[in-house]
């Protein structure tokens, strides 16, 4: 994912729902991806990670896609809850290249009770 | 559990002046980075270490900037002198072997 700051994409979702968050990345050579959930004023936090040589993981209530043929990942969160409001980024990286996590720009999902 | 933590959580000072931020990463990950985030830039990794040498340290201004690891419990990363658009909150995160990230609580730093 490219980091471009201002006008995150939302997501407002009632409380029950479950949410789906989209990301786009851009290097086809990335073969690892992470989610990290950013609450205010927190530092992000680590949620579900996928390699490359799988295309869907699952964890507790939340599941990560991904499809490398369009450079798309996804997380669903089951059951969504007012604590999963936060800022959700994606971020990827190459092997060879440890370390140089790419952040997308992130999305601000709001939970309604 | 086991956590990242940094020093300070809040830092306000004035332009010219040097900062140091500090971070503890958690024990036993070997790979160290720091990162900053602006609402304009989101988030941007500035430098990286691996068993306390710099692998790269091409996303920071060299001529202000410098991150230094005493021993492997201590990351240190120094701003002089500091410039109002340095202004934006500093993380650092530490990782095992494998490519998991685990970020701090970050310094919120404002240069008046």
């Known amino acids: 994912g490219e980091s471009v700051g201002l006008h995150l994409p939302t997501l407002s979702v009632q409380e029950g729902d479950n949410s789906i968050i989209n990301c786009a990345y851009s290097?086809?050579?990335?073969?690892?991806f992470i989610w990290y959930k950013q609450e205010s004023g927190k530092g992000p936090q680590f949620i579900i990670d996928?390699?490359?040589?799988?295309d869907k993981r699952q964890g507790q209530r939340v599941t990560v896609l991904l499809n490398k043929t369009v450079k798309h990942l996804s997380l669903q969160i089951a059951a969504t809850q007012p604590g999963d409001s936060a800022v959700y980024f994606c971020?990827?990286?190459?092997?060879?290249?440890?370390?140089?996590?790419?952040f997308g720009q992130g999305t601000i999902l709001t939970v309604h009770p | 559990d086991a956590r990242v933590t940094q020093t300070p959580r809040h830092k306000v000072t004035e332009m010219g002046q040097e900062v140091t931020m500090r971070c503890q990463p958690i024990?036993?990950?070997?790979?160290v980075f720091w990162y900053r985030q602006t609402m304009m830039q989101g988030l941007e990794l500035l430098a990286y270490?691996?068993?306390?040498?710099?692998?790269?340290d091409s996303g920071m201004p060299k001529d202000r900037f410098s991150a230094e690891m005493p021993d492997a419990t201590l990351a240190t990363l120094k701003i002089q002198p500091s410039e109002p658009r340095d202004s934006a909150v500093y993380f650092c995160a530490s990782g095992p072997l494998t490519d998991t990230q685990y970020f701090g609580p970050g310094t919120r730093l404002t240069v008046l």
């Open positions: 996928i390699r490359s040589n799988m």
């Open positions: 971020a990827d990286t190459r092997g060879t290249s440890y370390g140089k996590l790419t």
């Open positions: 270490f691996r068993n306390r040498a710099p692998l790269d």
């Open positions: 024990l036993g990950h070997n790979t």
């Open positions: 290097n086809s050579a990335s073969d690892y």
